[in-house]
């Protein structure tokens, strides 16, 4: 075998260190005409002569038009660089003719000649040369997608050179100055040439690289050494002060090499190319030859090495041209035979499913390759196949086929598609919202759950970002737990009130790594926690309530001692003082006074729910029509009232306390409506309903109610405020125009009527208070009890107990002056110890409930125990809720509240022995 070496890399070797050495040589000439002192006369004669210049010139343009007759007038498949640098070197031969022409010395060329006028054609000419051999670095090695490129680059080209000849000889005066006689070169010329140098370095660079790297069509070691030179030219052409000294002459000089080379890399380069080729070709053409020999070797033994079925078809007769070793394996040796018989079962023709008609394009020509998978009919096994159409050795078209076994992976896909839609179907089963989402917060997955609570479809929702679909804004929220996953790669939860669903969720986030433990996405798992804050909120209510109700219990005891003396006390007063008025008048205002602290009091046990109502059926409706009446004069004109009692229907209630509800209710919603005015409106409608339903700590069962509404266009509240509208002493009032006890007390009358309150208000749009009271069926009451006056005593003896000693001192002195004896004990104990020793001593016993040692209903038990017919009167600061307890039962003749008036007191006891007597 006779193999051909391609000696291009030795050669283009050998011309590169040959011409490296020529240029360190050259640069080192430039050194010394620069630098060395030795040449003073040189550096100031006017050694480059006129003729010296139009020689150098004239070889430059040369050189120019040969490049660009050689580079241009050639095939059309010449490739773009060519193309390119040959319509360069067009412009660049005729600026320096038109620099030649002007050069100092020479006639006029239209305009006088002058140096500036020359350098200006001079440094045009010097930068497309740069920028031509940069591009002709840089641009591919292939001709251009449209040969009539070409003509547009020589006209573009034309039309350039045209611009700058205007330019240069009739608009000199737009020209930057560059050259100054006796002071030399302008900094202008001088950058010029220095930015000329930086584009031809770039170039040089890569024309080295391409004569060490590869092998170019052209001479790259010879445009590396013309690039050089060209440089170098540029470099003296800064030094020179005149246009006749060394400097010049030297920058033509080198100039002058540069070109050489240029015509070296480019036209006696064209001229050999056709030589090259033919030899190369034969070459080839010999390589060729028996690499295609080879090749066929290669060619059966790769095909029958293959674990795959390869086979060539006769396209139009279907007869099998070509089978592998695998297809004879398992299908047998069938070539001749047709492909639809030997490697198919149950054909009889043609395969339905046969490709023939996808392998060629509109003309008849192959169109490439076709991918499908198919499970043969034979082997019951799945193949990838890769059909194409091909030219066989004689010219007819056939059908070449590979086709992969691909049944275990084809499992494996089952497999996968099983193990995914159990995963999906799992994943959707889960109860709680479940996202995955990417590291900038994207959603890659949802389940069913979090789409049934926003209400929409997984693709409504994957793919944006998970606060844009549950909050409704741009930015990540503030408090988003992913952020420290990603940053600690932690477990972080966190609770989120989403304001769109009005619920709260408890957020868990963990994440996702990868192999190598980095942190690829998030988890998040939200679950919907509303009901449990609400029972949350429920509970706190409800002991908030609890403790208050019993620290108000403490405070109304010892509040109701202290009223009972002050009341008790001014009542004997104004007994013994009837014939003076003007003290009359001063201790009524004290009774007042006291009532109005009194009823404070029960104001607290009402909303605390530690006072016991007297309750009866009611028709409310004719109590808050009532209070509206009364409402209308003390409300300003400015608020229009407007009210709609539709229902009639009965319910078990305290008459003063509704009123009191409906007054506190009203009286709040005017107060937010003062200052622009309004509408207050009032309803009373009945309803029904179907389940249970909970707001602000309490809750009604199923059933039929009453709703009171009453609303107002005022102010309104935001979210916090509603939160503690009903918390004793909170107020959004200014100081000294509310206690902060008035929806307190409403919250507790309605709790205490087994019913419930809720409230509405957006800041701005007004508040609407509804209260909920359940309907009964029995008949309001219509009659009132007519109170009992109380009876002279007859010299009856009373067992006072009480541990308050101004309690004691009052009430022996009430019934000491109305004709009762009067034993006062201290405490329950004492009073057993002296009740045990004489049983009969004692008409009547009364007594305090709560007292240190033995408590008023310890004390009554062991009465009873040995006097069970002694009448007993219970006394207490505030109330057990016991009052309406039948006395047989108790032992408790009656229950009295204090502050306990002296007419109430005189009249229970004389009510408590007439009964004695009647037994």
């Not at 033509?252 to 036209?267: D, E, L, M, S």
Request: glycine share 6%; hydrophobic share 45%; aromatic share 8%.
């Amino acid at each position: 075998m006779t193999v051909v070496m391609d000696d291009r890399p030795k050669k283009t070797s050998f011309m590169l260190r040959r011409n490296e050495w020529l240029l360190l040589g050259l640069t080192g000439l430039f050194v010394l005409v620069w630098r060395m002192p030795m040449l003073p006369i040189l550096r100031g004669s006017d050694i480059m002569s006129l003729p010296m210049h139009i020689f150098a010139e004239t070889f430059a343009i040369v050189i120019s038009m040969m490049v660009c007759g050689v580079a241009y007038a050639s095939t059309e498949n010449r490739p773009a660089p060519v193309i390119l640098l040959g319509c360069a070197f067009l412009s660049i031969g005729l600026l320096d003719f038109a620099h030649l022409l002007s050069f100092e010395g020479m006639p006029d060329f239209i305009s006088p000649a002058d140096p500036g006028k020359g350098i200006n054609f001079w440094l045009a000419a010097r930068l497309i040369f740069a920028l031509a051999m940069l591009a002709f670095a840089l641009l591919p090695w292939k001709p251009f997608a449209k040969s009539r490129t070409r003509y547009w680059f020589l006209a573009g080209s034309l039309i350039l050179t045209a611009l700058i000849y205007r330019l240069g000889l009739y608009h000199q005066r737009i020209w930057p100055r560059t050259f100054i006689e006796g002071q030399g070169l302008t900094p202008f010329k001088i950058g010029a040439e220095y930015s000329i140098v930086v584009i031809m370095l770039a170039a040089a660079v890569l024309f080295y690289q391409k004569s060490r790297n590869s092998v170019t069509p052209y001479k790259a070691s010879s445009l590396f050494a013309a690039v050089v030179m060209t440089i170098l030219s540029e470099l003296t052409f800064t030094l020179y002060s005149e246009i006749t000294d060394i400097f010049n002459l030297v920058g033509h000089c080198y100039k002058i090499i540069a070109y050489i080379f240029i015509y070296h890399a480019i036209f006696v380069a064209s001229v050999q190319e056709p030589f090259q080729k033919l030899h190369r070709a034969k070459s080839a053409l010999e390589r060729s030859e028996e690499a295609l020999r080879e090749s066929n070797e290669r060619f059966r033994m790769i095909m029958d090495s293959l674990d795959a079925l390869v086979y060539v078809a006769d396209m139009k007769s279907y007869e099998l041209l070509f089978l592998n070793k695998y297809g004879k394996k398992h299908w047998g040796d069938v070539v001749g035979k047709k492909c639809w018989q030997a490697l198919q079962s149950g054909q009889s023709g043609p395969c339905p499913f046969c490709t023939n008609s996808r392998l060629l394009n509109g003309e008849g020509n192959p169109s490439g390759v076709y991918v499908w998978e198919f499970q043969n009919t034979v082997t019951k096994q799945w193949y990838d196949c890769r059909d194409q159409a091909i030219r066989w050795p004689d010219g007819r078209l056939a059908r070449m086929e590979i086709a992969t076994d691909i049944s275990l992976r084809k499992q494996a896909e089952q497999d996968v598609i099983k193990a995914k839609a159990e995963w999906e179907k799992t994943f959707d089963a889960i109860g709680e919202l479940v996202t995955i989402q990417d590291l900038r917060m994207g959603i890659m997955q949802v389940n069913q759950a979090a789409c049934r609570a926003l209400n929409t479809t997984k693709e409504n929702i994957i793919g944006k970002f998970c606060y844009e679909v549950f909050r409704g804004i741009p930015t990540p929220c503030d408090d988003c737990p992913e952020i420290k996953v990603i940053q600690d790669l932690k477990t972080h939860a966190a609770e989120i009130y989403h304001e769109n669903l009005g619920r709260t969720f408890s957020i868990s986030v963990s994440p996702i790594l990868d192999n190598e433990g980095r942190v690829k996405g998030t988890v998040h798992i939200a679950k919907d926690i509303t009901a449990q804050k609400q029972s949350e909120m429920r509970l706190q209510q409800s002991q908030k309530m609890e403790a208050i109700g019993t620290l108000a219990g403490g405070i109304a005891h010892d509040f109701n001692n202290i009223l009972t003396a002050i009341i008790g006390y001014t009542e004997l007063v104004k007994v013994q003082v009837l014939g003076d008025k003007s003290l009359q008048d001063d201790l009524n205002q004290v009774v007042k006074a006291a009532g109005r602290a009194s009823d404070l009091v029960q104001q607290i046990l009402t909303f605390s729910r530690q006072q016991q109502q007297e309750k009866q059926p009611l028709r409310i409706s004719l109590i808050i029509k009532e209070a509206l009446k009364l409402l209308r004069a003390a409300i300003p004109s400015t608020i229009d009232i407007r009210q709609e009692i539709i229902s009639q229907a009965v319910v078990m209630a305290d008459a003063t306390q509704i009123h009191q509800l409906i007054m506190n209710l009203c009286t709040n919603a005017y107060h937010a409506m003062l200052e622009n005015g309004g509408v207050l409106e009032v309803s009373l409608k009945e309803i029904i309903n179907d389940h249970e339903i909970f707001a602000n700590g309490t809750g009604v069962p199923p059933g039929c109610y009453v709703l009171l509404s009453v609303s107002d266009t005022g102010s309104g509240m935001d979210r916090e405020t509603l939160t503690k509208i009903f918390d004793p002493y909170f107020t959004t009032k200014e100081s000294g125009k509310g206690t902060g006890l008035g929806l307190a007390v409403v919250h507790g009358i309605v709790k205490s009527h087994n019913g419930m309150i809720t409230v509405r208000s957006e800041p701005g749009r007004g508040s609407t208070f509804t209260v909920y009271l359940p309907v009964i069926e029995r008949e309001a009451a219509t009659e009132v009890p007519v109170a009992i006056p109380p009876r002279a005593g007859a010299n009856e003896r009373v067992m006072v107990v009480d541990d308050e000693m101004a309690i004691r001192n009052l009430l022996s002195q009430i019934l000491l002056r109305a004709g009762y004896r009067v034993d006062a004990f201290a405490g329950g104990i004492e009073a057993w110890q002296a009740l045990s020793r004489t049983p009969d001593a004692w008409d009547i016993l009364v007594t305090d409930q709560t007292m240190p040692g033995m408590t008023g209903d310890q004390l009554v038990a062991k009465v009873k125990t040995i006097r069970p017919d002694l009448p007993v009167i219970l006394c207490s600061g505030y109330s057990t809720g016991r009052s309406s307890e039948p006395a047989g039962k108790t032992g408790v003749f009656a229950y009295l509240q204090k502050p306990i008036g002296r007419n109430l007191l005189l009249t229970q006891i004389a009510k408590a022995l007439e009964k004695r007597h009647e037994k």
